[in-house]
């Protein structure tokens, strides 16, 4: 079993920057790939970012890419989401989750097994 908590989100205005953070417990770091999620009200869970096992390779939504950055440190055990130059229509609940299987489709939401509880990002105009 892993245990995912997420921190960091909060209220910011457009054009700032906020740190989200997922600590993981249960399971080590580099054995899981792990992604960012998020869902705006009324809307469906959407991918974010992720970062690929212990190799570190990455991929951004085409809405967040130049301006978010996945990283991840393993002896920490913990993934992080930089985003800067946030916009209104980024407010959502962002979601950290880990994957088990190398081969599932990194960007679909049933691909994961574990997830954070979520926090909310609100960024106003």
């Known amino acids: 079993q892993v245990q995912l908590v997420e921190s960091g989100g909060g209220l910011v205005q457009a054009g700032g920057s906020l740190r989200l953070s997922c600590a993981a417990a249960?399971?080590?770091?580099?054995?899981?790939?792990m992604a960012w999620f998020r869902q705006a009200p009324g809307k469906e869970r959407e991918f974010v970012a992720t970062v690929r096992w212990s190799g570190g390779s990455t991929y951004y939504a085409d809405s967040v890419k130049g301006r978010f950055t996945i990283s991840r440190d393993n002896a920490k055990n913990t993934v992080y989401l930089q985003m800067n130059s946030l916009k209104p229509e980024d407010t959502a609940v962002y979601y950290c989750?880990?994957?088990?299987?190398?081969?599932?489709?990194?960007?679909?939401?049933?691909?994961?097994?574990?997830w954070g509880q979520g926090t909310q990002v609100t960024v106003s105009s």
């Open positions: 989750a880990a994957l088990v299987d190398p081969s599932s489709k990194w960007y679909l939401v049933t691909s994961y097994n574990y």
């Open positions: 249960g399971r080590t770091l580099s054995s899981l790939g």
